[in-house]
């Protein structure tokens, strides 16, 4: 039952209608963002919990690994039957405790149940190669083997379909998983987390996730040390990306990083910009400019940058009507995560004003309790400003001319990051410009469709500063397995390879 004086009575509900046992209870508060309320308080994983973490997801690896790859798929199946079940008080949960209006956060968890049909076909289909071998009689084979335990460490902005996308392949890949949650959202990792546990325990499987609400010191930096973790698969900052990534590779260890996006918009001569205006609004507002997908920056060709911005005007004038309460079906825009991304908020409207943008909608911050902003729209009609080069998780969206498309390339390529950009155009030519080896240098790239909102089937990630991971669809699994490369002689003899004659006593004479 769930503790009255730990947990808030919506909250113990919520986790009743999910069927999954409410989250064990302790110090850490969990704060509701849109109202400031505490939702609930549970028990951070100190660094004896995150070695017991540890050592159950090495013994669930032992189990999962010998069961067929199917029979993997037919678990993530089960388990992404168990969440589309639960899509609308799992959905509710989500937004009660991350702040993404109700309509995104179905959204996130029909991500969830995507992901699991994905692996679930993967399971049928993820093969090796048979290769040529230059030594007669012999066969060369490529096999894909279970890689291990995975700690998984995820953000606030996707409590639960990050993991998905990261589990749901790695289970059917034979690899169990430790997740840390952002401390923001640990109550949609239990929930996630616990409808998971009773399908794979039911075929033997125990630890198949173990959620480590830990802090990120000593609990989540022993984890990252830990080499019982062969992969680390971490979502965050770039900041987070350059603590990590040096720690997993001191110990030879691999990491998926998917780190920050500062993602472009170009609207060009050519482009329909009744398509562009609504793609730019839902990239720049949608989560309330809390993805790593958001389109933070947004060129214009310079014949259509007045009637963009006046169209824009109008749409973020609507939108700013919606911002409240994430469970109210009306909202569009929730409240930011806390008190320190709207502060964030205020130093980047107040540091583009002093850089010479000019807020055409927005720029404020709403009177408490809950941590609202405005959508800001942030004209820069001279061009480039500096702070367009910082990724503000807020919804800020910048927007300067161009005055054609290889400057709006290049101004595209021009920050550290390299996620996701888009180009709206109606003119082949450009189409074939942006996506070429010399167009976006990011690793998801769109044409006439907005920055944020991917599909689980393509691979997710993003270059350079982003980390260089891929989660998600195409052939991202092959990050969860080890790769081994096999060859069986049948020919009796034994020819050496490179045509190397090298005898020696009792070889036939
Ligand atoms: C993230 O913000 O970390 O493409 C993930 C999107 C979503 C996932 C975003 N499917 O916007």
């Given at each position: 039952?769930p503790?009255?004086t730990?947990?808030d ?20 508060a969990?704060?509701d ?25 090495c ?16 678990l ?7 969440v589309?079940a ?7 949960l ?17 991500e969830?149940?995507?992901i ?31 890689l291990?335990?995975?700690l ?13 996308w990261?589990?749901?392949i ?7 998983f ?16 616990g ?17 480590a ?18 992969l680390?698969?971490a ?6 990306g ?12 691999r ?23 609504r ?15 958001t389109?933070?920056?947004?060129y ?19 939108v ?10 009306k ?11 709207v502060?964030?908020?205020e ?14 909608v ?78 976006s240098?990011?690793g ?6 907005g ?6 089937g ?31 002689n ?9 045509g ?10």
């Amino acid at each position: 039952m769930p503790d009255a004086t730990h947990t808030d009575p919506w909250i113990a509900a919520t986790f009743e209608e999910i069927g999954v046992p409410p989250p064990p209870s302790g110090d850490l508060a969990v704060v509701d963002p849109a109202t400031e309320t505490v939702l609930a308080r549970v028990a951070a994983a100190d660094l004896a919990a995150c070695d017991a973490a540890a050592a159950t997801a090495c013994e669930a690896f032992g189990a999962l690994r010998r069961l067929p790859i199917p029979e993997r798929g037919q678990l993530v199946r089960t388990f992404g039957d168990r969440v589309r079940a639960a899509k609308e008080p799992l959905a509710r949960l989500v937004a009660r405790e991350m702040g993404k209006c109700i309509a995104e956060a179905r959204g996130e968890v029909q991500e969830v149940v995507d992901i699991c049909d994905f692996a679930c076909g993967l399971s049928r289909s993820l093969a090796g190669r048979v290769l040529p071998s230059e030594r007669p009689g012999h066969t060369m084979l490529e096999a894909w083997h279970p890689l291990g335990p995975v700690l998984c460490i995820t953000a606030f902005n996707f409590p639960v379909a990050v993991f998905a996308w990261n589990a749901a392949i790695g289970w059917v890949c034979g690899d169990s998983f430790v997740w840390k949650p952002s401390l923001h959202t640990p109550l949609s990792a239990y929930a996630l987390a616990g409808l998971a546990a009773p399908v794979f325990e039911e075929a033997g499987v125990f630890g198949a996730v173990t959620v480590a609400v830990a802090p990120p010191t000593p609990g989540t930096l022993a984890l990252v040390e830990d080499d019982r973790f062969p992969l680390v698969s971490a979502t965050g900052s770039c900041a987070m990306g350059r603590v990590v990534a040096p720690k997993v590779a001191a110990r030879l260890g691999r990491t998926i990083l998917e780190l920050g996006g500062n993602n472009a918009a170009i609207i060009d001569e050519t482009a329909d910009l009744d398509l562009a205006v609504r793609a730019v609004v839902f990239g720049a507002v949608g989560t309330a400019g809390q993805r790593c997908t958001t389109t933070r920056r947004l060129y214009v060709h310079a014949s259509r940058y007045d009637e963009v911005l006046a169209r824009l005007r109008a749409a973020y004038e609507q939108v700013i009507e919606r911002i409240g309460d994430p469970l109210d079906e009306k909202i569009l825009v929730g409240p930011l995560v806390d008190g320190r991304a709207v502060e964030r908020f205020e130093t980047a409207v107040a540091t583009a004003r002093a850089q010479g943008g000019s807020v055409v909608v927005g720029g404020r911050r709403r009177p408490g309790p809950g941590h609202f902003v405005e959508p800001t729209l942030v004209a820069v009609p001279g061009g480039g400003i500096d702070i367009m080069a910082e990724e503000t998780f807020a919804p800020i969206l910048y927007v300067a001319p161009v005055a054609d498309l290889d400057e709006a390339i290049a101004a595209n390529n021009a920050v550290e990051q390299g996620l996701s950009s888009a180009l709206f155009t109606r003119d082949v030519g450009a189409m074939g410009r942006f996506l070429s080896a010399e167009g976006s240098d990011c690793g998801i790239a769109n044409v006439n469709t907005g920055t944020s909102g991917a599909e689980v089937g393509g691979a997710f990630g993003g270059e350079k500063a982003t980390g260089g991971g891929r989660e998600a669809g195409s052939d991202a699994w092959k990050a969860y397995m080890r790769r081994q490369t096999c060859v069986v002689n049948a020919s009796g003899t034994l020819p050496l390879a490179q045509g190397i004659d090298w005898g020696v006593a009792g070889d036939p004479p």
